[in-house]
């Protein structure tokens, strides 16, 4: 992917910002719905919302780029065995902004994007690997807590549903009523349904700011409901099939 630094715009934050919203729009143009530029918008304003909130200023430039990066390495969207780091995507989009940026910022940028994921997180917790850096920086925090706000919630749900459509995943795998499967049964592929269980229903105990927390909670209290209209939903299902003679439900 090549995005153009704008050569006829002299550096600014403003234009820094304009360069990587291009990068991001382009980055993310083929995506399907659960990843495309929309999550970044809202990624964006989210993290931005959350470092206004702190109790002392963060960086906001940084906060704001990183955002924009967040995804730029998702490994669920690059080719297999990939090992791209953020340094190696971003350095030649810095080339002419060196004035407006520090290499400090540039730096903490690429560790922020390379570290912002969420499976990354939950394997450096299980390996205790998650150093005093992972534990104090705020403007990890505001992304990090921003990206999980729009994994939840009403455009948790909507995500969910998009990406599992997109990997073929089903929505809902209902219970087995086979009690005696054969040895060679396969199981029951995961749904998305299951993806709440698995991880949506988490996140809300791993925010890092109390904004985020607060956020959290409301979403996940919808999120809540709408599982349980789901389930409300498909006992209507089963009630259907096991009146007048119907098929047995496997």
């Not at 669920?76 to 810095?94: I, M, R, V």
């Not at 450096?124 to 690997?129: H, P, W």
């Not at 890092?208 to 809540?224: F, H, I, N, V």
């Amino acid at each position: 992917m090549t995005v153009a630094s704008p050569a006829s715009s002299v550096p600014s934050p403003a234009t820094l910002i304009a360069h990587f919203e291009a990068i991001a729009r382009a980055h993310h143009s083929n995506y399907d719905p659960s990843h495309d530029y929309h999550h970044i918008t809202r990624v964006v304003s989210f993290s931005l919302l959350l470092s206004r909130s702190l109790p002392s200023p963060v960086d906001s430039l940084v906060i704001h780029l990183s955002a924009l990066a967040h995804d730029l390495i998702d490994k669920k969207y690059l080719p297999p065995g990939s090992t791209l780091t953020a340094a190696e995507h971003l350095a030649p989009h810095w080339k002419g902004f060196e004035e407006i940026i520090s290499a400090e910022q540039r730096a903490l940028v690429e560790r922020i994007v390379d570290n912002v994921s969420y499976s990354k997180e939950v394997k450096r917790i299980k390996n205790g690997e998650e150093t005093e850096w992972h534990r104090s920086c705020r403007e990890l925090h505001c992304v990090q807590d921003a990206d999980k706000l729009d994994a939840i919630g009403a455009f948790g749900i909507l995500r969910c549903a998009a990406y599992s459509g997109a990997t073929l995943v089903p929505l809902h795998t209902p219970p087995s009523t086979n009690t005696s499967p054969t040895p060679t049964s396969a199981p029951a592929k995961s749904s998305a349904i299951d993806h709440f269980h698995e991880k949506l229903f988490n996140l809300e105990g791993m925010m890092k700011t109390e904004k985020g927390r607060e956020m959290a909670r409301k979403r996940t209290e919808r999120m809540s409901e709408f599982v349980e209209w789901v389930g409300e939903e498909w006992e209507d299902v089963e009630a259907g099939l096991k009146v007048g003679g119907g098929a047995e439900l496997n």
